[in-house]
């Protein structure tokens, strides 16, 4: 990919950050520097922000043959040692190593060649917390990657002025596959080291971006700097796209108001399916707006239609036989792009190759997903999920503490909230200092309250389901 970028757009951008440029040609030769320097290494671990260096980095993993595996930076240094401690003979790249590699001299002669490139090794490894506090590293082969990436996009097809603006985080599988199918298509990339909704509205129009991707709570943010009843002022944006959680659909009408000529996408993914597998595309987003039918209107909360190359199957609750048009079961997902593998767990996908989502959803008479919830207990907040066992056990090691459930409530910035209901005694305030001093902000309960219970089974087993039902309540 990166070699056809080069002999095609050698002198043109492709990627700007904090002032900092690269052309094609420039991130083609620092690459490989950068694989020189990988290649007696298992893996490269990238610890930083967006940065004109991650394409450096991950580009120079792929040419040295080995896993490129970007870490969340915002977990804490016992965390993040633990998962370095899984990669030995890995090569870590943190903050201040990023410089040294756009500073990287020429190759030396006769050892620039890539390594032999296979479409089955492990290209990426994402690690995702799913239902259990420990993270689970998702495997992602060259063949998942190539695949997502032919069967959305046309090489070289982006208008000259193309430009689009990434500030998910790049331990995230939006911010890996943003990277490759906008280099693909010819757009050049722009990064936001951190997301702030003014810079980034600021940004749009400096840079006069022209596509941009943002998660629920990034977009509940930027359509609040918009007054009520005003555009935004970016005339050049074209594309938005949205995805990773749940987005409250008074955000989406809100944002469509405020972006009245930007075309909306909605994307469903997970990280084992390298990325989207569903879409709602623009022409779906303004028909819903508009439409008198219930049923078209009721799309806008909807992900959208399978992309070319998925097929997805919703399935009883024993995961066994489909269920009819319009109900509700597990949503099952099959496709070349798909992985559903793990790091030293047994492979997800079943004989046939459906990989179970987890997710809770329904298919209406003309294929557009509904997604319903998890069909586990993880909290997806701010697109990030969330294992609520982890916060659990914090909570339990407070000496006032005797029980803890955490549970997400729906809310409208986030997705979802976090509460934690408790049995015992203390200050609310106290105990979710408690929770941010040993874990971080995302993972701090918003809400506290005290029970003098928690609603269990006979054999001890928490009701969650039940508790769910008492705080939409109580705390709705």
Request: charged share 25%; glycine share 10%.
């Amino acid at each position: 990919m990166i070699l056809e970028m080069a002999t095609s757009a050698g002198d043109r951008v492709v990627v700007t950050a904090d002032d900092r440029s690269l052309t094609a040609s420039e991130l083609l030769d620092r690459a490989r520097a950068a694989a020189h320097g990988f290649r007696r290494r298992s893996a490269v671990l990238y610890l930083g922000t967006n940065h004109v260096a991650y394409p450096v980095a991950l580009f120079g993993a792929a040419l040295a043959g080995i896993p490129f595996i970007p870490l969340n930076y915002r977990l804490g240094e016992h965390q993040l040692a633990r998962l370095v401690d899984h990669h030995p003979g890995a090569l870590v790249l943190r903050p201040a190593d990023l410089d040294v590699l756009l500073e990287a001299g020429p190759v030396p002669q006769g050892v620039g060649e890539p390594a032999p490139q296979d479409q089955d090794a492990v290209a990426v490894v994402l690690y995702t917390s799913g239902t259990t506090a420990e993270p689970k590293a998702a495997l992602l082969r060259q063949r998942h990657l190539l695949a997502y990436v032919f069967n959305t996009q046309e090489f070289g097809s982006a208008e000259p002025d193309a430009a689009t603006l990434v500030a998910v985080p790049p331990y995230h599988v939006a911010g890996l596959m943003n990277l490759l199918t906008n280099l693909y298509s010819g757009r050049r990339i722009v990064y936001q080291p951190a997301f702030d909704a003014p810079d980034w509205l600021a940004t749009v129009r400096r840079e006069r971006v022209t596509h941009a991707l943002v998660v629920p709570t990034m977009l509940a943010r930027i359509v609040a700097e918009v007054p009520d009843g005003a555009t935004a002022g970016t005339p050049t944006l074209r594309s938005l796209a949205y995805g990773g959680a749940r987005t409250p659909r008074p955000v989406v009408e809100r944002a469509l108001r405020a972006f009245p000529d930007t075309g909306f996408v909605n994307a469903y993914g997970l990280t084992e399916t390298a990325s989207s597998i569903a879409v709602l595309g623009p022409d779906d987003h303004r028909e819903a707006l508009v439409s008198d039918e219930p049923a078209v209107r009721d799309r806008l909360g909807s992900v959208g239609r399978a992309l070319p190359g998925v097929e997805i199957q919703i399935r009883r609750e024993e995961g066994d036989l489909p269920v009819q048009v319009g109900c509700t079961g597990l949503v099952f997902v099959r496709g070349e792009q798909i992985s559903g593998e793990y790091g030293g767990r047994p492979d997800a996908l079943d004989g046939d190759g459906w990989f179970a989502t987890r997710d809770r959803g329904r298919l209406d008479a003309d294929g557009y997903l509904f997604i319903e919830g998890r069909a586990d207990d993880t909290i997806i907040r701010g697109g990030e999920n969330i294992a609520p066992a982890e916060i659990e056990d914090v909570l339990l090691a407070h000496p006032g503490i005797v029980e803890a459930a955490v549970i997400g409530l729906p809310d409208p910035e986030w997705g979802q909230r976090i509460v934690a209901v408790l049995v015992g005694e203390g200050d609310p305030d106290e105990i979710r200092a408690w929770v941010r001093e040993r874990l971080r902000s995302a993972k701090t309960p918003d809400t506290v309250v005290f029970r003098a219970e928690l609603p269990r089974t006979d054999t001890g087993k928490l009701l969650r389901r039940t508790l769910l039902a008492d705080l939409e309540t109580t705390h709705a």
